[in-house]
DNA sequence: CTGACCAGGTGGAATTGGTG
DNA sequence: CACCAATTCCACCTGGTCAG
């Protein structure tokens, strides 16, 4: 893996003293010369780049949700040793001072992330699931987990690649993964730091709840649509896609045969959802004629 | 005031699951 | 196995916000 903000250096400045260790992770490093450039490599395959990405997705708004920590600030504050692992991100107090000093952060900035982070500790189990990053499961999938057997983490965590398997929608491919995943002993104390070092808080899964009713309105069961462009009426996508799927409709992400309806503001556009759209006599409806159609609460 | 960064969004390639 | 539906994942874009 190689180490960007070092490597840089090298190139603009020529020879520069090596760090013997990578400053992300503390393992080694490796000088190598690529095509006459010298480049600066950590010899750890689980770190720098790939590691700023997996904790982007962590801080993510359907995972932890934790409102100023993209990948520049992870970057800065990986850099300055505040985080190595995920379980860190909940210990930003103790950094206070290296935080207030770090380029383009105050006590302001300091205090909006040690508050959004302490704001995110309580999470939904599928949204656990989905933030430790697991290969092809995404939150449609964790939710899909979730259904079937329940919110205990513990019982979560120990799920075998069989009883996965016999969820609809999960395959052997997605199963193994997940398995695998919570059998790695560096994974599972990666778990348990968050949920005791960090004191992480699983909270009851609206979907493992009994099955609410659709409350007013129509029901939107059997529906499926596709959302796409801004909405005037709703924060964002998903405000409207918890509706809809609340109402027993199906939200997805592209338009196929079966899609009923996809939802755009902008009808005329050009967009490849609506050219599918058109070329499948999928109806494009707007915001606004959904919600008086299904007479939705707004 | 300006540049860096962030949230929210777009669009499409790659991959997976299910089915005939 | 081939095919379609659906999801995941990534690169990229844009308007708004904030530190310097």
Redesign the pocket.
Known sequence: MIIPQISENLTRSGNISVPERCPLCGQETRLQDDDGVKVLYCTNPGCAAKKI?SFALFTS?DAFNI???????LEKLAEHHVIATYSDIFSLKYHRNTIVDM????E??YKKLQEAAEKAKKITPEKFIYSLGI????????KLIVKEYGSNIRKLLNLNAMELSSV????????EAYEEFFRKPSNIKLVNDLLYRAKVEIIESPLSASEKPAEGGASLAGI?AVI????NHF????ELKDIIENAGGKV???V????DFLINNDIT?N???NQKAKELGVEIISEDDFIKKFSINV
């Open positions: 990405k708004r409102e100023g920590l993209s990948e520049a600030t380029k383009g952060f105050g302001k900035s290969p092809n499961i995404g939150l449609s999938t964790a609809e929608g999960i395959g052997d491919v997605i199963a499926t796409t462009g801004s909405l924060g964002n996508r998903s997805t992400g592209s196929t045969k079966k899609t556009s967009s490849s959802k």
